[in-house]
């Protein structure tokens, strides 16, 4: 059956592999992206996630064409690297906003139509990183760390009413997001990767589809590690 699945910053990288994957299992699959062309083949919306209204108006304009969501793929995310000597308020509350505050606002908009439908499936994009911890990024990890906490708290709270809540959390993936870093960066972070490699964003993607899959009912509150073996042990 085809679902309504969104795909928070779906226009690229990993959200966009993730809604590549749901729209070839033949699901009507919904984008956000905040400028630029968005790439075809899905409804594309504009949204800042740290905007509220604009979250509002992209789940209007969803739910008029595609129907309640049914799967949320909360993805967007940033990262704003610096020692904490040098980290800004501003460094640590705006990677804060996106990743943890966003995540909270499209995941509540998404659970008045779940609740109501008395189903759902929502799968947040955390990292490695926020069980392993990482220098110079106390912000990014924090960040996705909160998620994790968020999750088990929601998968507690909707679990009655057949709403799944679960975290995948990702290594190393080949994205503009690591593309950032220097070759330096990059061959040290494979040298701990007991696969020794960076993972494609389609391997996430795959995780991902199955906790919103049938197979995957019984499974909430769970952190599902896609990282190559680096965060073995967390
Ligand atoms: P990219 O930098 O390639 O893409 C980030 C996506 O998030 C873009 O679509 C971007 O939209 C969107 N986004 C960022 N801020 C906002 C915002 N305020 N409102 C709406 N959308 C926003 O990253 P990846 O694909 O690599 O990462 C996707 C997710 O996976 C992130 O949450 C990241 O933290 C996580 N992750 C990534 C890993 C990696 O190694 N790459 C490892 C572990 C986790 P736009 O195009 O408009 O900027």
Do not use: W
Not at 186 to 201: F, G, M, S, T
């Amino acid at each position: 059956m085809s679902r309504s699945v969104l795909v928070t910053g779906g226009n690229r990288g990993i959200g966009l592999a993730i809604a590549r994957a749901f729209a070839d299992a033949g699901d009507k699959v919904a984008i956000t992206y905040r400028s630029g062309e968005p790439p075809a083949g899905f409804l594309a919306v504009q949204c800042d996630i740290t905007e509220p209204e604009q979250v509002e108006q992209a789940y209007k304009e969803i739910e008029e064409k595609h129907g309640t969501v049914e799967v949320l793929v909360a993805n967007a995310g940033v990262t704003r690297d610096q020692l904490l000597m040098r980290m800004t308020e501003e460094d640590f509350s705006a990677v804060l906003e996106t990743n943890l505050t966003g995540t909270f606002r499209v995941v509540k908009r998404a659970n008045r139509g779940m609740l109501r439908a008395r189903k759902g499936r929502v799968v947040l994009i955390s990292s490695v990183v926020g069980l392993m911890g990482s220098a110079g990024q106390a912000n990014y990890a924090a960040s996705k760390a909160g998620l994790v906490g968020f999750a088990r708290s929601l998968a507690r709270e909707l679990g009655s009413r057949n709403i799944t809540v679960n975290v995948v959390a990702p290594g190393f993936v080949d994205t503009d997001m690591t593309r950032a870093l220097s070759d330096d960066q990059r061959e040290n972070i494979v040298k701990q990767v007991p696969l020794a490699r960076y993972a494609q964003p389609e391997e996430i993607a795959a995780s991902v589809r199955f906790l919103a899959s049938d197979e995957a009912a019984y499974i909430t509150g769970a952190v599902i590690p896609v990282d190559g073996g680096l965060g073995m042990g967390h």
